[in-house]
C-alpha cells in the first residue's frame, strides 16, 4: 500500500479529535469553564430580559456573547463534556486542524459549531454492559444485569 | 478480552490493494511532490515523541524509493526537487513538554539545525504548555525559545496529525517565521 | 519477618516508635507475596526524629527490608514535614513505611545513604524541593530543578504563579460581561491560596 488513507469517521467510537459546541442547548452555567483543569474554555455571555405579552413575569436568560476553546492548551481530557448538564459539547474523532498561527488554534463559536456536523451519533451499548439508569428506572424491580428480582 | 484488531483509517470503505487512490486522498508520498522534501528531526521530549515515532516510521515505508534516504534519517526522499529548492528542508518536530532545564538543548537542536530548516510543534506541551501551563518549571510553549511554523494540536495529536501539520508546512511554501 | 514479627520485634526494639500494619502501600501494589501470611500488609512504623538511623537500620537488618524504594516528603503544614521512606524485603515480600517528623523551623534529619546508597538522590530531590537538610549526604545539590531556581516548589505554601497571575474564565458569573476586579465574591480559583497574590 503506497497510500495512508485518513478518514476519521473510520476511527474507534468515542474517539477525542475535537470538541464542538451545539449553541442550542447552552445556558451558560460555566461549569465547564470552571471544570477545565487547562482554563482553556473562554466565555463571555450578557443576561436578557424577555417580556410576555401577556402580563406574565419578565423572564431572564443568559445570552451567549462568546464561546471558545483554545485548543492549544486543551488536553482533551472530556472533564468539560462530561461537566455539562444539558449535553451541550460533543466529542468528535476529526484530528487535522495544524494552524501555521498559535492564535488560530482557538476556536470560536463559529468554528465549534463545524464540528458538531462531524460528531458521529452515539455508539451502542457494549456487549455485556449493564442497562442505563433510565431503563432501570423504568422498570424498577430489575436487577443492573436485567434479571427481573 | 480480545485484542482489538482495529483497521487503518480509509476512506469511504476498505480500498483494494492496487486500486489507485480516490481523489483527495492524502499520502505520505505527497509530501515529497512538486519539489519539497523533507528531513525530519524529532526531538522527541515526553510522550509525544511516541505518536511522532510511529508517525515517522509509517511514513519510512509509505514513501518512493524505500524507507531511509541517504544518511539513514526516516522520512528523506533524496534528492533536490523540481521547484528550484536547494535540497531537503530539515524540520524539527518537537514532542512533548519543554522543562525549563531542557529548554537551552532545545534551543541548542535548533541551532545546529543547517538551513532551510523549519520547526513544528507537536502536543499541547509543545505548542502553550498544555496541562503543566501553570507547573513552575515548564516553559510555556516551544515558541518562547524558538520560532515555530506550524502548531499541531493534540494530547497527543494522533500520528496521522504530524502527517497532517507536515502538508501545512509544505502547502504555505516553508516560508519561514 | 512477617508483619506481627516486625511489630512485635520493633516494640521491643524501638521504644519510641508507634507501628501499624494495614493494606497501605502492599493493598495498591497487589499482594506480592500472596500466600505468605501477613506478607500482604504493609507495615508503617514511626519514629521520632532522633531514632531515624536506628530505625532504618532494624528495618534492613533485624526485618530483612534491604531494598530501598523511595524517599520523599509530605508537608504536614504546622505538624512541619513527614520524611517517609519506603523498603521491601525481597525474600519475603514484606511492605515497610519508615516515617518521621521534623519541625518546620529547623527540617534537619540525619542522611539514609550510609545505610542505603540509593537514598542519594532521592534526598537531593526532597532537599530541592522540601527545602529539608540531610546532614552527612555526601553531595546535596538541587537534582531536576534548573539552575537558578528560587524556593522549594512542593511545599504547600509556594503558589502556582500562573494560576494566580492568569485571569480565571470560570471567575465570570453567568450573564456577566467581565469579571469583577476585586469584590469580596469573586470565585478564588482551585489551586490558588485565598488572598494571594498580597496586595
Given amino acids: 500500500m503506497t497510500e495512508m488513507d485518513l478518514n476519521a469517521a473510520a476511527l474507534p467510537p468515542r474517539s477525542r479529535g475535537v470538541i464542538g459546541l451545539l449553541e442550542e442547548n447552552c445556558t451558560v452555567c460555566m461549569l465547564c469553564a470552571r471544570e477545565c483543569p487547562d482554563w482553556c474554555i473562554y466565555i463571555e455571555s450578557h443576561k436578557q430580559t424577555l417580556h410576555v405579552p401577556e402580563g406574565g413575569r419578565p423572564r431572564v436568560r443568559n445570552v451567549l456573547d462568546r464561546f471558545a476553546i483554545d485548543f492549544s492548551l486543551c488536553m482533551y481530557c472530556g472533564i468539560c463534556i462530561e461537566a455539562c448538564p444539558y449535553d451541550a459539547l460533543f466529542w468528535s474523532p476529526e484530528f487535522g486542524y495544524p494552524e501555521a498561527d498559535i492564535t488560530a488554534l482557538t476556536h470560536e463559536r463559529d468554528r465549534l459549531r463545524e464540528w458538531m456536523w462531524t460528531v458521529p451519533p452515539p455508539p451502542g451499548h457494549d456487549a455485556g454492559a449493564p442497562p442505563p439508569r433510565e431503563a432501570q428506572a423504568a422498570h424498577p424491580g430489575t436487577s443492573p444485569a436485567g434479571q427481573p428480582g | 478480552m480480545a485484542a482489538v484488531d482495529l483497521p487503518v483509517p480509509r476512506r469511504g470503505g476498505t480500498a483494494a490493494a492496487g486500486t489507485p487512490a480516490p481523489a483527495g486522498a492524502i499520502s505520505a508520498g505527497a509530501i515529497s511532490a512538486g519539489g519539497f522534501s523533507l528531513r525530519v528531526f524529532d526531538a522527541g521530549l515526553a510522550c509525544c515523541a511516541v505518536e511522532v515515532s510511529a508517525a515517522l516510521r509509517r511514513c519510512a515505508e509509505l514513501l518512493p524509493g524505500g524507507g531511509a534516504g541517504p544518511g539513514g534519517e526516516p522520512g528523506t526522499h533524496g534528492g533536490a526537487g523540481a521547484g528550484g529548492q536547494a535540497g531537503p528542508v530539515n524540520v524539527l518536530v518537537v514532542a512533548g513538554t519543554v522543562t525549563d532545564k531542557l529548554a537551552p538543548l532545545v534551543l541548542a537542536a535548533y541551532r545546529d539545525l543547517p538551513e532551510p530548516r523549519r520547526v513544528l510543534s507537536f502536543g499541547a506541551c509543545s505548542n502553550s504548555g498544555g496541562p503543566y501551563w501553570d507547573s513552575y518549571c515548564v516553559t510555556k510553549g516551544a515558541d518562547q525559545i524558538i520560532p515555530v511554523d506550524v502548531y499541531v494540536p493534540g494530547c497527543p495529536p494522533r500520528p496521522e496529525a504530524l502527517i497532517c501539520g507536515l502538508q501545512l508546512l509544505r502547502d504555505t511554501g516553508g516560508e519561514q517565521r | ?199
Avoid at chain 3, 40 to 52: F, G, L, Y
Avoid at chain 3, 130 to 143: E, K, S
Fill in chain 3, 1 to 199: 519477618m512477617t508483619a506481627a514479627e516486625i511489630l512485635a520485634e520493633a516494640g521491643r526494639r524501638l521504644p519510641g516508635a508507634r507501628c501499624t500494619a494495614d493494606a497501605g502501600v502492599a493493598g495498591a501494589a497487589g499482594a506480592a507475596g500472596a500466600g505468605v501470611a501477613g506478607a500482604a500488609e504493609t507495615v508503617t512504623i514511626d519514629v521520632p526524629r532522633q531514632d531515624w538511623l536506628a530505625a532504618l537500620a532494624f528495618a534492613r537488618d533485624a526485618a530483612g527490608c534491604d531494598f530501598f524504594d523511595w524517599l520523599t516528603a509530605v508537608d504536614e503544614q504546622d505538624q512541619g514535614f513527614a520524611i517517609v521512606v519506603h523498603l521491601y524485603s525481597l525474600g519475603s515480600g514484606q511492605h515497610l513505611l519508615v516515617r518521621t517528623l521534623v519541625p518546620r523551623e529547623d527540617p534537619a534529619l540525619p542522611s539514609a545513604t550510609g545505610l542505603f546508597r540509593g537514598a542519594g538522590w532521592a534526598e537531593r530531590e526532597t532537599h530541592e524541593m522540601f527545602g529539608v537538610v540531610f546532614d552527612g549526604h555526601p553531595g546535596l545539590a538541587p537534582l531536576l530543578l534548573p539552575d537558578g531556581f528560587e524556593g522549594h516548589p512542593l511545599r504547600k505554601d509556594f503558589p502556582l504563579a500562573a494560576r494566580a497571575a492568569q485571569e480565571w474564565p470560570g471567575a465570570r458569573e453567568p450573564g456577566e460581561r467581565r469579571a469583577p476586579v476585586r469584590s469580596r465574591t469573586r470565585l478564588v480559583p482551585p489551586g490558588v491560596p485565598e488572598g494571594w497574590p498580597p496586595p
